[in-house]
């Protein structure tokens, strides 16, 4: 699925202003709904795109290549909304039938529910709701609870289970103030004593999956993982494109081109190169797990090697970022400029735990 002209011509002239009002922009979500793209997860019974990983992975790195922040959004409240796959069917097809419906919210148990016959009470405070603003539902990882004490599970561990809750429950903490991925708007949320019909509850695993479709036997850990990925490669690539053009453009400078020239485009083709062997790599991964879950094929030693090959790709995007951005000079510092805006959204995104390598 390839961007139009008109597409990529909107998110250029919108970026901007999704920066400033640190939010997405009337325009960029009327785009969005339009192209269906919190909907690429979503079958299209239900008015959905039913993307297959591989043609999912491709559209969100195409819209981190042009704008960061927004394909942020698209990625982790696309990724809410497959949900879908996994919440009660009756439930699911009421909500999601809606054309402009929007899950997201929080993995962080830093909540409690407190089970009351076929009903939850939820309470807690949960961080980093990616496009809160336009949510239509909050998800969120809670604690169950049970007369006032904690329900554990097979392991003896606290049971933790998901809930969806309508925004209207919902208090929002309009907290999210960062140098990069401002539109992202990852706002803050609460509830507090907000009883959900146990519908509401659901666990994100392959083989509890209420629907059919193969996407939602694709375990949720290496599809969490490529579809972050696929925003830093986007966003990489965008950066690498505008040093070759800055380069370009600094060595018709005599004397950049005497003293630094060869050496700057030999550095830049290297991290190029390395860049596309990288993305090769963990690309035919995913097409390779996708092909072999269709066929029912063990698929366990790819996804090792997607959690492995993801995070060794993110860590070198970061270092090589930060080799680069030196030599883009004071109009890479500007903070209108592009170079400097993909610098932030890729540094703020480099805070999201689950690409980080251990230390």
């Not at 920066?19 to 785009?31: M, N, R």
């Not at 796959?85 to 999601?96: L, S």
């Not at 933790?160 to 929002?172: A, T």
């Not at 883009?328 to 592009?338: N, R």
Request: with cysteine; charged share 25%.
């Amino acid at each position: 699925m390839q961007l139009s002209s008109e597409d990529i011509a909107i998110l250029k002239d919108n970026q901007a202003k999704g920066i400033q009002q640190k939010t997405l922009s009337d325009g960029q979500l009327e785009l969005i709904y339009r192209r269906k793209w919190f909907k690429i997860w979503i079958p299209p019974e239900l008015g959905g795109l039913g993307l297959t990983l591989p043609e999912g992975l491709h559209l969100l790195d195409d819209l981190a290549y042009w704008d960061g922040g927004l394909a942020w959004t698209v990625t982790l409240c696309s990724g809410a909304n497959l949900f879908v796959g996994f919440i009660d069917p009756v439930v699911g097809d009421q909500v999601f039938e809606a054309d402009r419906v929007c899950f997201g919210g929080s993995g962080q148990a830093s909540g409690t529910a407190t089970h009351e016959g076929d009903h939850y009470r939820l309470c807690g405070f949960w961080k980093y709701a990616t496009g809160a603003p336009h949510l239509t539902h909050f998800t969120l990882n809670a604690q169950i609870m049970e007369a006032g004490n904690s329900v554990l599970d097979e392991k003896g561990e606290p049971l933790i289970k998901s809930f969806f809750v309508d925004r209207d429950h919902v208090l929002v903490h309009y907290d999210w103030d960062t140098f990069g991925l401002e539109a992202t708007a990852s706002h803050s949320f609460s509830l507090e004593d907000i009883v959900v019909d146990g519908r509401q509850s659901f666990e994100i695993d392959a083989a509890k999956s209420t629907r059919k479709e193969l996407l939602y036997q694709y375990p949720f850990m290496p599809f969490a993982e490529l579809t972050l990925l696929v925003n830093f490669t986007g966003m990489y690539k965008r950066f690498l494109d505008l040093i070759e053009k800055l380069f370009v453009l600094k060595s018709n400078q005599s004397k950049w081109e005497k003293s630094e020239s060869k050496a700057a485009f030999r550095l830049l083709d290297d991290f190029q190169q390395d860049y596309m062997m990288r993305k090769d790599e963990v690309m035919n991964l995913a097409y390779h797990s996708w092909d072999n879950l269709r066929d029912g094929i063990d698929n366990a030693t790819i996804y090792a090697e997607i959690a492995s090959k993801s995070r060794d790709f993110v860590a070198s995007i970061l270092t090589n970022t930060v080799i680069l951005y030196p030599h883009t000079g004071i109009s890479g510092a500007a903070i209108d400029h592009e170079i400097n805006i993909i610098f932030r959204n890729i540094f703020t995104a480099s805070q999201h735990k689950l690409l980080q390598k251990s230390l």
